[in-house]
């Protein structure tokens, strides 16, 4: 049973590696405009240097971040990250404060038990979310 699930990963890395080098490199890829088009490159010659360098996912609920999110896909910029975590790290993230601490906006509602929907209502409306969530200044 080990050793399927391994496959399964590796399997699951391999078309991660392969899919971040045709959004990099492919103009025709749907995402390019976001990846490629902005300048944004994969500095892993191969797929036995990115699996070197990254390793293998934790388990299937992972996928690869980049730490800084107009950065390359590199050593140092990348991790493996739940795919639940993943949309607090993208250019459009909407960032408040709750208990002191920066989150993005679903990941505090969630936390608060304020329902998204509304604090997104508020929060476009610079009006009080509630739940504990402040604005950045």
């Not at 976001?34 to 388990?59: A, C, H, Q, T």
């Not at 208990?99 to 969630?110: H, I, P, V």
Request: aromatic residues 12%.
């Amino acid at each position: 049973h080990a050793r399927k699930n391994a496959t399964a990963l590796e399997s699951k890395c391999l078309r991660i590696y392969f899919g971040i080098r045709n959004r990099c490199n492919n103009p025709k890829n749907p995402a390019f405009h976001n990846y490629g088009g902005r300048g944004i490159k994969v500095l892993w010659e191969s797929y036995e240097s990115f699996l070197s360098d990254m390793g293998l996912p934790p388990d299937s609920r992972h996928s690869i971040e980049r730490i800084e999110v107009n950065g390359n896909y590199e050593a140092g910029n990348c991790k493996w990250m739940p795919l639940s975590d993943q949309p607090g790290n993208r250019r459009d993230t909407l960032w408040v404060s709750l208990n002191g601490e920066k989150l993005c906006l679903r990941k505090a509602a969630s936390i608060a038990g304020v329902a998204y929907h509304k604090a997104y209502y508020y929060f476009v409306r610079k009006q009080p979310i509630g739940g504990g969530i402040e604005y950045l200044s």
